[in-house]
C-alpha cells in the first residue's frame, strides 16, 4: 500500500461510495500553490498563460489537499498544459474545466468529465449548432444561444471523460435528450449527463454512472468578489 493510501485509508474509504465533490474558484491569477515541476513548465509558457497554469493548478491542490487531509504540494498530481490532470496511487479521478473568469473541478472514484461556460457567453450559436449536428431538420435560427451551449458542455464533457480532442471528436458524439445520454458512433461508448446552472454559469458532467439522483454540492469561496 503507498504512503498516501495508507495516511489516507479511511478518508478515502469513506469517499469510495460518495457523490463527486466539486469545487469552483473565480480566476483573479493570485493563488501561486505549486510544485517545482510546476513552476518549471510555467517559464516555459507565455505570461498570461503561464498565470493562468499556475493558478488552476493550485487551486486543484488545495482542493484535493481538503478532501485528503494532505499538504497540497503533497498531493499525487500529474498536470501538463494541454492534458487531462490525473492523480496517482489510486486517489480517484478529477476533471476540470474553466472559462474566461471560473474554474470548476470535479472528484469522482471513477471517471468523470466536466465542462463550464458562462451563460452569457457572446457566440454565433447557429454556427456552433450546425457544427455539432448531424440533423437536417432543425430550423437554426429558432433555437436558443443558451440551449446551444449547454449542448456543447455536455459534449465537452464526454470529450474530456474520454480524453479526446474537440477537433478529433465533435462530430463523433450524438446527443439523446430524451435519456440524457453522449453516444460515441465509433467507440460505442456511451456516458450518463447532467447538465446544471450555478449562478452565470452553465456546468455540464458526463459519467458511466448513473447521475440523475446526483444533487451537485458546490465548494464556493468569494463567488460575489
Given at each position: 500500500?503507498?504512503?498516501?493510501?495508507?495516511?489516507n485509508s479511511f478518508i478515502f474509504s469513506k469517499l469510495?461510495?460518495?457523490?463527486?465533490?466539486?469545487?469552483?474558484?473565480?480566476?483573479?491569477?493570485?493563488?501561486?500553490?505549486?510544485?517545482?515541476?510546476?513552476?518549471?513548465?510555467?517559464?516555459?509558457?507565455?505570461?498570461?498563460?503561464?498565470?493562468?497554469?499556475?493558478?488552476?493548478?493550485?487551486?486543484?491542490?488545495?482542493?484535493?489537499?481538503?478532501?485528503?487531509?494532505?499538504?497540497?504540494?503533497?498531493?499525487?498530481?500529474?498536470?501538463?498544459?494541454?492534458?487531462?490532470?490525473?492523480?496517482?496511487?489510486?486517489?480517484?479521478?478529477?476533471?476540470?474545466?474553466?472559462?474566461?473568469?471560473?474554474?470548476?473541478?470535479?472528484?469522482?472514484?471513477?471517471?468523470?468529465?466536466?465542462?463550464?461556460?458562462?451563460?452569457?457567453?457572446?457566440?454565433?450559436?447557429?454556427?456552433?449548432?450546425?457544427?455539432?449536428?448531424?440533423?437536417?431538420?432543425?430550423?437554426?435560427?429558432?433555437?436558443?444561444?443558451?440551449?446551444?451551449?449547454?449542448?456543447?458542455?455536455?459534449?465537452?464533457?464526454?470529450?474530456?471523460?474520454?480524453?479526446?480532442?474537440?477537433?478529433?471528436?465533435?462530430?463523433?458524439?450524438?446527443?439523446?435528450?430524451?435519456?440524457?445520454?453522449?453516444?460515441?458512433?465509433?467507440?460505442?461508448?456511451?456516458?450518463?449527463?447532467?447538465?446544471?446552472?450555478?449562478y452565470d454559469w452553465t456546468i455540464a458532467i458526463a459519467?458511466?454512472?448513473?447521475?440523475?439522483?446526483?444533487?451537485?454540492?458546490?465548494?464556493?469561496?468569494?463567488?460575489?468578489?
Open positions: 500500500m503507498n504512503k498516501y493510501f495508507q495516511k469510495s461510495f460518495a457523490n463527486p465533490y466539486f469545487w469552483f474558484y473565480k480566476l483573479t491569477g493570485c493563488l501561486t500553490i505549486n510544485s517545482e515541476k510546476e513552476k518549471k513548465i510555467a517559464k516555459e509558457l507565455s505570461p498570461n498563460i503561464s498565470v493562468r497554469y499556475l493558478e488552476t493548478r493550485g487551486y486543484i491542490r488545495q482542493s484535493l489537499g481538503d478532501i485528503f487531509n494532505l499538504n497540497p504540494i503533497e498531493v499525487p498530481l500529474i498536470a501538463e498544459p494541454n492534458k487531462p490532470p490525473k492523480i496517482r496511487d489510486g486517489l480517484g479521478y478529477i476533471s476540470i474545466s474553466h472559462c474566461k473568469d471560473a474554474l470548476i473541478i470535479v472528484w469522482a472514484n471513477s471517471k468523470i468529465g466536466i465542462d463550464i461556460e458562462r451563460c452569457d457567453r457572446n457566440f454565433d450559436h447557429e454556427l456552433v449548432l450546425k457544427k455539432i449536428t448531424n440533423k437536417k431538420d432543425i430550423e437554426f435560427n429558432k433555437v436558443k444561444s443558451i440551449n446551444v451551449l449547454n449542448n456543447w458542455c455536455c459534449l465537452e464533457s464526454a470529450i474530456k471523460w474520454d480524453q479526446g480532442s474537440i477537433i478529433k471528436d465533435i462530430n463523433s458524439w450524438e446527443y439523446n435528450k430524451f435519456d440524457l445520454s453522449m453516444f460515441h458512433k465509433e467507440k460505442k461508448i456511451k456516458l450518463n449527463i447532467k447538465q446544471f446552472y450555478f459519467s458511466k454512472k448513473n447521475l440523475m439522483k446526483i444533487k451537485p454540492l458546490i465548494c464556493c469561496k468569494d463567488i460575489f468578489a
